[in-house]
T-cell receptor, first 116, second 111 residues
């Protein structure tokens, strides 16, 4: 079974600084997708970024980028120029790519605090 | 305005009662999912449905039941067999593009 591990229960960063959230996963599959979701205090799950395993290039969405190390099964999220609105719980998630309607397996989450 | 709605936002249940959580989507998505979130934990899959009148158990289906009579609707019933139902419940839907969109959630509390 696939597992996703986030080893940092909590992280903090100063406004305008950069922070990296860690995620490792375990799978025997070669076709899969990885995601970072943000859950602010409203508890609405928001997709931040996704990475297809077959793509070597790391995904980037504005201030958010990932470091995808397929051999090491590592998928970290870097947030640049942190803003107060980035404060939230962040979840790393895995989806097998062998079906169009895959199930998500989530990590335990990392609470990110942004200090002004 | 397309999206996923869940109702109610807060739900209180007495022990021994069944309760039903509503999830509706107008995105014309084929697949729908139910997840449970407990404090300090990630989301865990309860049930999912890829087409109308068909659904599969997820990782923690015991004590829950679902139906999928319409493409737009995927209600979740929390039965009295679920021993620890207090949690935050999230519904999601998917077009089949390996991406899921989430509703705002329902907070269920057992009194």
């Amino acid at each position: 079974a696939q597992t996703v591990t986030q080893s940092q229960p909590e992280m903090s960063v100063q406004e305008a600084e950069t922070v990296t959230l860690s995620c490792t996963y375990d799978t025997s599959e070669s076709d899969y997708y990885l995601f970072w979701y943000k859950q602010p205090p409203s508890r609405q799950m928001i997709l931040v970024i996704r990475q297809e395993a077959y793509k070597q290039q790391n995904a980037t969405e504005n201030r958010f980028s990932v470091n995808f190390q397929k051999a090491a099964k590592s998928f970290s999220l870097k947030i640049s120029d942190s803003q107060l609105g980035d404060a939230a719980m962040y979840f790393c998630a895995y989806m097998w790519g062998g079906t169009s309607y895959g199930k998500l397996t989530f990590g335990q989450g990392t609470i990110l605090t942004v200090h002004p | 305005d397309g999206g996923i709605t869940q109702s109610p936002k807060y739900l209180f249940r007495k022990e021994g009662q069944n309760v039903t959580l509503s999830c509706e989507q107008n995105l014309n998505h084929d697949a729908m999912y139910w997840y449970r979130q407990d404090p300090g934990q990630g989301l865990r899959l309860i049930y999912y449905s890829q087409i109308v009148n068909d659904f599969q158990k997820g990782d923690i289906a015991e004590g829950y039941s679902v139906s999928r009579e319409k493409k737009e609707s995927f209600p979740l019933t929390v039965t009295s067999a679920q021993k620890n139902p207090t949690a935050f419940y999230l519904c999601a839907s998917s077009t089949g593009s390996h991406e899921q969109f989430f509703g705002p959630g329902t907070r269920l509390t057992v009194l």
